[in-house]
């Protein structure tokens, strides 16, 4: 019933994903040249793609490995910063993997690896922390309402009925 709105908002949250470490990625590069270090930094054009395109993909895909997509209509700033920090951490190491089997001429930079790990996690993070008010405009422009009936009058159906309610700007609806 809900599948196809699942899928939009998971195509949603990955092209966020997407967006948000191509965003890390170069804030990374970009601190790491200007950074008054006595090594420079420099990545040829190529390489660069590569790597930013191995990082997007990587992100995405731990993002749909780990199901993070469909846990953000839960909201919850615990699991959202764990499973952002997880996402980060598996991606960070896929990438030092990913640049030891190139054998790359020019090393990655450490300090270029922990910009771009700490500005992707405060990103991703950030971005699904306020994802709440995204889950429900997605739900209002794409979802058909949802309606449901809760069954029983004791304190219980009164608690879940009163949080139903509070859920109409996500397109739920108490029916009864």
Not at 48 to 69: E, P, R
Not at 90 to 111: D, I, K, M, N
Request: glycine fraction near 8%; aromatic fraction near 14%.
């Amino acid at each position: 019933m809900f599948s196809r709105y699942y899928r939009k908002v998971k195509f949603l949250f990955a092209l966020s994903d997407a967006v948000l470490t191509a965003v890390a990625f170069e804030a990374a590069y970009q601190s790491r040249v200007w950074l008054p270090f006595e090594r420079t930094f420099h990545l040829d054009a190529a390489v660069k793609a590569l790597l930013l395109g191995f990082s997007v993909l990587t992100w995405v895909a731990l993002g749909l490995w780990l199901n993070l997509y469909e846990k953000l209509d839960a909201g919850d700033p615990r699991t959202i910063l764990r499973d952002g920090l997880r996402q980060t951490l598996y991606g960070t190491v896929a990438l030092v993997v990913f640049v030891y089997a190139l054998r790359l001429e020019t090393p990655l930079s450490r300090s270029f690896l922990g910009l771009f790990a700490a500005y992707s996690c405060v990103l991703v993070c950030l971005f699904r922390l306020g994802a709440d008010d995204v889950v429900g405009i997605i739900r209002r422009e794409f979802g058909a309402p949802h309606y449901v009936m809760v069954v029983g009058t004791g304190e219980r159906a009164r608690r879940v009925g009163r949080v139903l309610e509070n859920s109409a700007r996500h397109g739920i609806r108490l029916s009864g």
